[in-house]
């Protein structure tokens, strides 16, 4: 056996590794790979599926440890007996199929998702209809690779009123999500580069630099964010950091921390900071808190965002602003390659910009927003101290700290079995598990409805078996 056909998707959120392990296990148990046979080499299989060959390691190393194939030295890889897998092929092909069965939860505090009832569907529908015209046949066609003008135009321009980004829309490239910008810039910053990840932090870009097989080194995160002293000890040559509201902590980056990261950076010629500022949009207290990329004197911040959050996570539309040494390698590199975005979305988002529609949407969210935190906050109040809340001044989540003598696994475990979906911080670790000394559990509220937010509290609360303070 020299190939193996499998359909991965890299777009989805599951690793590509564990696609081709579940793949390669059904294959097994289904017979469809039959007993004795010799998977491919892992380089072979790699260049086939074009994937990395880290992947097909990560892959065959989860068979060989469930006992799905075994390998033998300077041979290969081969299927096991089949007989002694006997119980595993009644009981696993089970387990696989419930595990593609989503959970109907009753209550969703997943981070990712928004208030869809506060939609504009009647603007955009309206500018929709305009831009779905034969007058605009010309977006039928190919545009720039960087995306079009007219939306990069309006993302600088609202950049710099909003958050005090410093660029020109010659620096700005669009693609379908981070997904798609993420491997770019790490082929932009070279196979050597090594980067430094918040732990806890966002699980997507560790994914990411696992599949294209670059070294990544967790950099612990506190109370004033990321600690850069940790990171200075370290040969990482990239940082990558969510600043201004910390996955999943909620931690704000502290000036003096700021300072440091910028000066770390400023050290070396080929260092950079990774700066994405998911959901910067929504900040509730005090000044807006400005972007690194805004102050940084040397070109050495890569400022990374969506409008996943501030519209719609289907928009797929995600941009990078890239410092100018690195936006000239990217039109050396990368100027054949057709933007990811279709042309009438791009033009869709540019004139509800242009029109102040989209500023005019944003106002009503905060305030919408904000509202849903303050009803969160005085709920959660009759519960202190056993339960506190923090990361709380932006974003669409936050923590809550639980005093317990369980295991944020195990209450997680609890409100699920209550239909209850809410994560805990572990989840997020790289490497060696932080130690925490209570419980934490991420909160994202953007998607429940305003009248259904104390209730659904008090469900996740009576699922956690926390008592109301005397």
């Known amino acids: 056996m020299d190939y193996l056909m499998f359909q991965l998707e890299k777009e989805a959120k599951m ?21 004795g046979a010799k998977l491919p080499a892992k380089r072979k299989l ?33 299927v096991q007996n089949l007989e002694e897998l ?23 505090f997943s981070p990712g998702k928004i208030d869809t009832d506060s939609f504009p569907f009647t603007v955009w529908r309206k500018l929709a209809k305009d831009i779905i015209s034969e007058t605009n046949k010309d977006f039928l066609l190919l545009g720039d690779p960087q995306g079009d003008y007219a939306l990069r135009q309006q993302i600088a321009s609202y950049l710099y009123q909003s958050r005090g980004v ?34 806890p932090g966002y699980p997507l870009t560790h994914h990411l630099l696992v599949d294209d097989q670059q070294k990544s080194v967790p950099i612990s995160v506190d109370a004033e964010g990321v600690i850069v002293s940790e990171l200075e000890k370290t040969n990482a040559t990239a940082m990558y950091v969510t600043p201004s509201h910390q996955f999943p902590t909620g931690a704000v980056l502290s000036a003096s921390r700021r300072s440091q990261l910028l000066s770390w950076a400023y050290q070396k010629e080929y260092r950079y900071i990774i700066e994405d500022d998911y959901d910067s949009e929504f900040r509730y207290t005090g000044k807006p808190i400005p972007s690194l990329q805004g102050i940084d004197q040397n070109q050495r911040v890569i400022y990374l965002s969506t409008f996943s959050k501030s519209l719609m996570p289907s928009l797929r539309i995600a941009y990078a602003v890239l410092p100018k040494p690195l936006i000239l390698q990217y039109k050396q590199k990368y100027s054949y390659y057709a933007a990811t975005v279709p042309r009438m979305d791009q033009h ?32 959660i109040m009759q519960y202190e101290p056993l339960v506190t809340i923090s990361g709380e001044q932006a974003g669409m989540h ?4 639980i005093q317990s003598d369980k295991t944020e696994e195990e209450l997680v475990l609890q409100a699920k079995k209550a239909g209850i979906r809410v994560y805990g911080v572990q989840e997020y670790m790289t490497g060696k598990l932080a130690v925490f000394t209570e419980p934490k559990l991420l909160l994202g509220f953007g998607g429940i409805k305003t009248e259904e937010l104390i209730s659904s509290i008090t469900a996740l ?4 078996e926390i008592t109301k303070t005397p």
């Open 398 to 401: 936050l923590l809550l700290t």
């Open 15 to 35: 690793p590509l590794y564990e696609q081709l392990y579940t793949e390669i296990k059904e294959a097994i148990i289904n017979g469809t790979i039959e007993e």
């Open 348 to 379: 869709l988002l540019a004139t509800f910009m242009e029109t102040g529609s989209f500023a005019k949407h944003l106002n009503k969210m905060r305030k919408i927003y904000k509202r849903k935190l303050e009803i969160i906050t005085k709920t």
């Open 86 to 108: 006997a119980l595993i092929k009644q009981e696993s092909y089970v387990n696989v199929q419930e595990e593609k069965k989503e959970v109907d939860y009753l209550i969703d």
């Open 166 to 199: 410093k660029c020109t829309p010659e620096q700005i490239i669009l693609g379908s999500g981070t997904e798609q910008i993420m491997p770019l810039i790490i082929r932009l910053l070279g196979k050597d580069a090594i980067y430094g990840v918040e732990n």
């Open 46 to 78: 790699a260049d086939y599926l074009a994937v990395s060959q880290t992947t097909i390691e990560f892959a065959y190393s989860q068979l060989v440890a469930e006992g799905f194939i075994s390998s033998e030295a300077r041979k290969g890889f081969f």
């Open 461 to 464: 609360i009576k699922a956690l």
